[in-house]
């Protein structure tokens, strides 16, 4: 086909183009990063706190090192003297002595440790001319095999034993029990003996624990943590933050009881150096759990986050074993944690506010000739408040304005509020707006010479419900701008 040959000359087609789409949130008008959702699409200011210090195994419970020693004189029976020179007897003494365990604190109360490190070294401390002695710590077991160890006792020889799968299981006396057998094996006397001495040291050091059951006593961890607040210096309106709360996430395989409490919380709206709380609670709130990992929400008084504060400080307290003794046995282990994460959580509610969402779009109509431009608006506000549009277009690598598209501000209506009870509404259907918008001479020219275009939605209007609105991710303002517009023939026969 020969586009030469094509007559125009009253050829007048109308084509509806796209010129621009844009959708902006409530979050486009906050600086920071603070605004999120939850599961629900419920919008919040969300302030991270950080991780929560919980008490490790270590600090709940730890074995320090034990240092035994032992002296035992065997008198011979019915006051016999073997004389110098003269064979003694083959004869066996067996006995029991205890030792004092010591754990740190006379509160706490294990039943049994398990051993996943550390050694027991055995020493002989008095020489004899003969013999063996059989040391045996009854209540250290190893499978079904009761700890025991010969010893020469002609020498002060150290036996070194590891702990690694050794467990103890201890009285309420905590107390060591060590039986003793010693053989005579039969020697010659080289001086008068009415008595047999013996003595062995027993020594535990390094000691790390695989597992431990019994009650460890109460534990208290604190931690602050300081929270600067941006977010808040530009709202400007009313704002509902009138409801805050910490969030609190925990893992925890620590099978004994624990209590969170935030203990202090400060408020500050000067963060100068010196500058004093403008509000100051104490004890907020608590919870408590074992062995469970929880997610649970503190409430803070309202007046923590109302004052639009610029910093927040918190304090936190972990208390281990709370309420001392519950009649169930504490368990830890060496794989056993607790961690925590704590956010402060303030729902984003609006009533009546000052915002402006802008965007800057890229816009390119250079290489076309238009007549009888219109301009086709169509927007979905979904926004608890009206607003007014505004569209300006840039120019072309310098960026200044070439002025608006529209010779005035487009008046657009909020979205449509229902109330859902507790003083609180939600926007249950979007407004929706269509209007065609004649062109005026010399709008042609900026759009040839513009490459981008800025949208800028300002509040104009608030909920007139005299409620809160509840504010979600379903809260948005969509605009989509088409050209209706007259074409050159002589452009279309290019664009063929």
């Known amino acids: 086909f020969d586009f030469d040959k094509l007559k125009y000359d009253n050829l007048n087609p109308q084509f509806h183009l796209p010129l621009l789409s844009d959708t902006l949130y409530i979050s486009d008008a906050i600086d920071g990063n603070s605004l999120q959702y939850d599961d629900n699409g419920q919008g919040y200011f969300v302030f991270d706190i950080g991780e929560v210090e919980m008490p490790e195994v270590t600090d709940i419970f730890k074995v320090p090192g034990q240092n035994v020693s032992k002296e035992i004189g065997l008198p011979l029976p019915s006051g016999m003297t073997i004389p110098n020179g003269t064979p003694f007897p083959k004869w066996e003494y067996s006995g029991t002595v205890t030792a004092d365990i010591d754990f740190g604190s006379a509160e706490i109360e294990p039943k049994s440790i398990t051993f996943s490190g550390g050694s027991l070294t055995l020493t002989n401390t008095h020489r004899f001319p003969a013999g063996t002695l059989t040391v045996k710590i009854a209540n250290l077991v190893k499978g079904s095999s009761t700890f025991s160890i010969p010893i020469d006792v002609t020498s002060t020889t150290s036996n070194v034993i590891l702990l690694n799968g050794y467990t103890m299981a201890v009285g309420t006396d905590k107390k060591m029990t060590i039986e003793y057998k010693y053989q005579t094996n039969g020697f010659t006397a080289r001086e008068d003996i009415d008595e047999i001495k013996l003595g062995f040291n027993i020594n535990m050091k390094n000691i790390a624990i695989g597992e431990a059951r019994g009650y460890f006593g109460k534990h208290t961890e604190y931690a602050k943590q300081s929270i600067n607040i941006g977010d808040f210096d530009d709202l400007d309106g009313e704002w509902a933050l009138k409801e805050a709360s910490i969030a609190l996430e925990i893992q925890n395989s620590i099978q004994l009881p624990m209590r969170v409490v935030i203990d202090t919380i400060r408020s500050y709206t000067d963060i100068a150096p010196g500058a004093k709380p403008v509000v100051e609670k104490v004890r907020i709130d608590s919870l408590t759990l074992g062995n469970t990992d929880l997610k649970d929400t503190l409430t803070l008084p309202g007046e923590i986050i109302s004052l639009l504060p610029k910093k927040i400080d918190v304090v936190v307290k972990v208390q281990s074993n709370p309420d001392g003794k519950n009649g169930q046995d504490n368990v830890i282990s060496s794989q056993s944690s607790a961690a925590a994460t704590a956010k402060i959580l303030v729902p984003l509610k609006i009533k009546d506010v000052d915002i402006m969402l802008i965007d800057t779009t890229d816009l390119d109509v250079s290489d076309m000739s238009f007549k009888n431009l219109g301009l086709l608006l169509n927007v979905s506000n979904s926004l608890p408040l009206g607003v007014k549009l505004q569209c300006i277009l840039l120019q072309k690598g310098t960026g200044t304005s070439l002025g608006e598209l529209f010779d005035t501000p487009v008046e657009i209506p909020a979205g449509n509020i229902t109330p859902v009870g507790n003083g609180d509404s939600e926007v249950t259907s979007p407004s929706e707006t269509h209007k065609l918008f004649e062109v005026k001479k010399g709008v042609e020219e900026k759009l040839k010479n513009a490459d981008k275009i ?43």
Not at 459 to 470: E, L, M
Not at 478 to 492: C, E, F, Q, T, Y
């Open 454 to 496: 800025v949208v800028l939605f300002s509040a104009s209007t608030g909920n007139t419900n005299d409620t809160y609105v509840r504010i979600t991710k379903s809260n948005y303002v969509s605009l989509k701008i088409g050209l209706r517009a007259g074409i050159n023939a002589g452009d279309l026969k290019e664009k063929l």
